[in-house]
């Protein structure tokens, strides 16, 4: 029941729907519709709370940006009466319209009234606002809520991972083998791994890293894998952006979508390849990851990185990303764009 009630506090739609119905209640309620008795008359009221509801939406979406994103209480204000009394004039004004003469609803001298139509406009205002705006911060507060737990989550992972036994046994195993047929490249080879282990550690708790930072992990890691499969895998990684030292990314974000193309597109012993470019313009980055897909293989993945990576691509850029993933049996290829953010320094 509870998992229930959670979808739809977290369902726009769900929400709007609600207050609909919630305002549509109290504005029949407050002009005594149980007395009417014509389908006319029903048509005119509706009518009349449209244009409540225009109002209000007309309210949400122009004034109180003003207020939310400015921070101009007082122009907001003075917006919101202009706009109450606009809407109180067109109402008193079909009033008098001979339509109206035969409705079953504002009967009253007072009904008819100016004052009576301001009230009923400022009223409607604050019935459909007032939930609209508790529905927004509750979901800004679940958002950041939730983007603390994963962020907490992270950090937690990437402590256990940083000494992971199996990472270790390759990387060493490939030290070995190098340091054996070539010695003078064992130096460069170690000076890779520490970089890489120096960024995991030195990354877990930061939410934002400088974007250059997070590609020389990448190549460093790239690098690491070309040494692993030799010549047996086609590898490539290209790298570009427009202005440098001006982005920033969250850490370890763009790593998992690689590390799972090596992982599969590199285990079989035939002809293998994997392609990487990561191109950044105008604050857009573009991942695109192909890697092959071996006809029999062995890898055993819960896809708990990959989960993860896309739900922390969620809380962190909301709308502000876009991630297509295709596979087919002889290719598995990940399309990610994201708009960055922009600062020179590391966050916190």
Same mark, same amino acid.
């Not at 109290?26 to 509706?46: A, C, E, P, Q, R």
């Not at 939410?207 to 190549?219: A, R, S």
């Not at 960055?340 to 320094?345: E, F, P, R, S, Y």
């Given at each position: 029941?509870?998992?229930?009630?959670?979808?739809?506090?977290?369902? +726009?739609?769900w $929400?709007? *729907?609600?207050?609909?119905? *919630?305002?549509?209640t109290?504005?029949? @309620?407050?002009?005594?519709?149980?007395?009417?008795?014509?389908?006319? =008359?029903?048509?005119?009221?509706?009518l009349?709370?449209?244009?409540?509801?225009?109002?209000?939406?007309?309210?949400?979406?122009?004034?109180?940006?003003? @207020?939310?994103?400015?921070?101009?209480?007082?122009?907001?204000? @003075?917006?919101?009466?202009i706009?109450?009394?606009?809407?109180?004039?067109?109402?008193n004004?079909?009033?008098?319209?001979?339509?109206f003469? $035969?409705?079953?609803?504002?009967?009253?001298? #007072?009904?008819r009234s100016?004052? /009576?139509?301001?009230?009923?406009?400022?009223?409607?205002?604050?019935?459909?606002?007032?939930?609209?705006?508790?529905?927004?911060?509750?979901?800004?507060? +679940?958002?950041?809520t939730?983007?603390i737990?994963?962020?907490?989550?992270?950090?937690?992972? =990437?402590?256990?991972?940083?000494l992971?036994?199996?990472?270790? /046994?390759?990387?060493?195993? !490939?030290?070995? %083998?190098?340091?054996? $047929?070539?010695?003078?490249?064992?130096?460069?080879?170690?000076?890779?791994?520490?970089?890489?282990?120096?960024?995991?550690?030195?990354?877990? #708790?930061k939410? *934002?890293?400088?974007?250059?930072?997070?590609?020389?992990?990448?190549?460093s890691?790239?690098?690491?894998?070309?040494?692993?499969?030799?010549?047996?895998c086609d590898i490539?990684?290209f790298?570009?952006?427009? +202005?440098?030292s001006?982005? +920033?990314?969250?850490?370890?974000?763009?790593i998992?979508?690689?590390?799972n193309? *090596?992982?599969?597109?590199?285990?079989?012993?035939?002809?293998?390849?994997v #392609?990487?470019?990561?191109?950044?313009k105008?604050? @857009?980055?573009?991942?695109?990851?192909?890697?092959s897909?071996?006809?029999?293989?062995?890898?055993?993945?819960?896809?708990i990185?990959?989960?993860?990576t896309?739900a922390?691509?969620?809380?962190?850029?909301?709308?502000d990303?876009?991630?297509?993933? !295709?596979n087919?049996?002889?290719?598995?290829?990940?399309?990610?764009?994201?708009q960055?953010?922009?600062?020179?320094?590391? %966050?916190?």
């Open positions: 029941m509870n998992k229930i009630i959670n979808d739809l506090m977290d369902n +726009k739609w $929400q709007e *729907f609600a207050v609909v119905a *919630f305002s549509f109290i504005y029949t @309620l407050k002009n005594d519709w149980m007395f009417i008795s014509s389908l006319g =008359s029903i048509m005119l009221g509706v009349f709370y449209v244009i409540l509801y225009v109002h209000a939406q007309f309210n949400r979406f122009i004034f109180l940006p003003i @207020l939310f994103k400015k921070h101009k209480p007082i122009i907001y204000i @003075l917006l919101t009466i706009g109450i009394f606009i809407f109180s004039v067109l109402l004004k079909l009033m008098t319209l001979s339509m003469s $035969q409705c079953q609803l504002y009967q009253n001298s #007072h009904q100016f004052s /009576f139509q301001f009230a009923s406009v400022s009223g409607t205002l604050v019935c459909i606002l007032s939930p609209i705006i508790v529905f927004k911060f509750y979901r800004i507060y +679940k958002q950041q939730d983007k737990i994963l962020y907490n989550q992270m950090q937690v992972n =990437s402590l256990r991972t940083q992971n036994p199996h990472f270790l /046994f390759n990387t060493f195993n !490939t030290l070995y %083998g190098i340091s054996l $047929q070539f010695p003078q490249r064992t130096s460069d080879l170690i000076m890779k791994v520490s970089q890489l282990m120096r960024y995991q550690t030195e990354s877990t #708790h939410e *934002f890293v400088c974007l250059e930072n997070e590609l020389d992990f990448i190549n890691y790239v690098q690491l894998e070309k040494e692993r499969v030799a010549n047996r490539s990684y790298s570009e952006i427009d +202005k440098e001006t982005y +920033k990314i969250s850490p370890m974000l763009l998992t979508f690689i590390e193309a *090596f992982k599969h597109g590199t285990c079989a012993i035939e002809k293998c390849y #392609h990487i470019n990561i191109s950044v105008n604050g @857009l980055l573009h991942l695109i990851v192909v890697n897909v071996p006809k029999e293989s062995k890898v055993v993945s819960t896809n990185g990959l989960k993860n896309i922390r691509l969620k809380l962190t850029y909301g709308e990303y876009s991630l297509n993933i !295709t087919d049996p002889k290719t598995y290829n990940v399309d990610l764009k994201i960055l953010k922009m600062g020179k320094n590391e %966050g916190n």
